[in-house]
């Protein structure tokens, strides 16, 4: 169950451009994105 949940947020994460392209150089800063898209993305399930 919390596997399935698991992946179906990578699909969720292609709404965010920055995130499908990878224009960082820095690992830490793409790293940064993605929980940026996280949090994005839960606030948004959590909100409605």
Not at 2 to 9: A, D, P, V, Y
Not at 12 to 39: K, P, T
Request: without cysteine.
């Amino acid at each position: 169950m919390l596997q399935t949940k698991i992946e179906r947020l990578f699909p969720w994460l292609q709404y965010f451009r920055r995130l499908v392209v990878r224009y960082e150089y820095y690992d830490f800063n793409f790293d940064g994105f993605i929980a940026f898209g996280y949090v994005m993305l839960l606030l948004g399930y959590f909100l409605k």
